[in-house]
């Protein structure tokens, strides 16, 4: 069947390229990405028998998007006569046996009886669980004809999982591509993965109002701009942390070795499953009301004994971890083990509270070692409710780096002497003076030995 049709020419190659099994386009708003994704999909089964499965995470989402955009397609190609579109269930037949089937990653269930998929088109696949991706990686099976995936979705925060996936994950030391590469050269071939990166430039059936429109973002959101007219990744909400930088791990030693009477605190969150036991070694600059974060200790599907042995250092050292109050039992257990552990202090309003103390240090700087720190709390946004407010004490993520800044900030002030006055004594205890030296109360370089 001979089909003539004017396309986008940064789509020509992507639309008749079946060479690898994934497909990943990003882009920003109008670049028309599933349009060319639908019709590229209806090419495809027209040439050969073949049964498709179209994703969303909401079922309820599909049929005025990928659904309304296949048939609007067909419509155009004045195949509508030979290609069917069934709305109950959602279904487009083609008359050589090839068929397009839609669900939602809301029904699960509904994906069992799914057999001889060869294609999947996942649309907006950052909404997609980590874990129904993997689902569906499971669900794309043949026993003779290529396998192919293809992604599409507008760019979101870098700890969404497909990027982690698809480009950069720091925390598991996983590099695949560099997202700015792709910027830059547009389509790039990798891991059997063909990555195209579009924007409404690209599409050359936009009225240039809609351009202009998407430029205009950048006087009064410039996330969103980024996101909607650059096509590129990155944050998109209010930051929680806007004085957060990282820098590398002997350049923060050295700037806490210049510290006057320097505080030096712990604190410890506590995980499982999907939670991590998180422990952060901080240092304050009271004068200069500088937050420093040198160390860190993060994992999960630790049991307590076990981790136990993998902090022992604190038990040598007796630093004072302040601690998650919700877990009695566990810091209990610390203790018994002769860990200097205490419940931090929670009350009603103390996520908010020990938030806007955070939130007070004019910078707050993090050692380039602590990797799971600086994943958290680079890109932490505020929540929004459903009038697109901030919740003040409500994240994008679980931030459990947060959460252990919070516990071991617990005690603390911006102007509190006798908290100060405490901690001297603790480290001056039976010691003599304090000298400037390159290590830290513990021994660790960087900070002073008493």
Not at 34 to 54: C, G, M, P, Q, W
Not at 68 to 88: A, F, N, P
Not at 249 to 259: C, P
Not at 271 to 297: H, P
């Amino acid at each position: 069947m001979a089909i003539v049709r004017e396309v986008n020419p940064h789509f020509e190659d992507y639309l008749f390229n079946w060479d690898y099994k994934f497909y990943f386009l990003v882009g920003g708003y109008g670049s028309s990405k599933s349009y060319n994704t639908a019709f590229k999909l209806i090419i495809k089964l027209l040439e050969e028998k073949r049964t498709a499965l179209v994703v969303r995470e909401v079922y309820d989402t599909i049929r005025d998007s990928c659904f309304s955009l296949l048939e609007e397609i067909i419509t155009e190609m004045g195949l509508e006569d030979v290609i069917k579109c069934k709305t109950s269930p959602m279904q487009i037949r083609f008359p050589n046996g090839s068929k397009i089937i839609f669900k939602g990653m809301d029904k699960p269930a509904k994906l069992k009886s799914i057999n001889n998929v060869s294609i999947i088109w996942i649309e907006e696949c950052s909404e997609v669980k980590y874990d129904g991706f993997k689902e569906l990686l499971g669900r794309l099976r043949h026993p003779t004809l290529h396998l192919h995936m293809i992604l599409t979705t507008n760019p979101v925060s870098k700890s969404n999982w497909c990027y982690k996936y698809f480009f950069i994950d720091s925390k598991n030391h996983f590099f695949v591509l560099d997202d700015k590469e792709l910027y830059k050269n547009r389509i790039i071939i990798k891991n059997n993965t063909y990555y195209h990166h579009s924007i409404a430039d690209d599409n050359l059936f936009l009225p240039k109002s809609y351009i202009d429109q998407l430029e205009d973002l950048k006087t009064h959101d410039k996330d969103l701009w980024r996101i909607a007219r650059r096509g590129q990744f990155g944050i998109n909400g209010l930051k929680v942390l806007p004085q957060f930088e990282h820098k590398s791990h002997y350049k923060v030693l050295d700037l806490m070795h210049n510290i006057n009477n320097p505080l030096y605190k712990v604190g410890m969150d506590f995980g499982f499953e999907t939670s991590y036991n998180a422990l952060i070694r901080l240092c304050i600059d009271d004068k200069n009301k500088i937050l420093y974060i040198y160390w860190e200790y993060y994992k999960n599907h630790m049991t307590d004994d076990n981790t136990a042995k993998e902090i022992s250092e604190f038990k040598q050292t007796q630093e004072l971890i302040r601690a998650d109050a919700a877990e009695p039992k566990t810091i209990k257990y610390y203790k018994q083990e002769g860990f200097n552990m205490r419940a931090a202090k929670k009350f009603p309003g103390s996520r908010l509270q020990y938030t806007k103390k955070v939130k007070r240090f004019k910078k707050i700087i993090c050692s380039d070692n602590c990797t799971n720190a600086i994943e958290e709390l680079e890109e932490l946004t505020y929540a929004v409710d459903k009038n697109g407010e901030i919740i003040e004490d409500e994240f994008n993520i679980d931030s459990h780096v947060l959460s252990a800044i919070w516990y071991a900030l617990d005690g603390y002030e911006v102007s509190d002497l006798k908290e100060h006055k405490y901690n001297n004594e603790i480290y001056n205890k039976g010691k003599g003076v304090v000298k400037k030296a390159t290590t830290d109360p513990y021994g660790r370089k960087g900070g002073t030995v008493f």
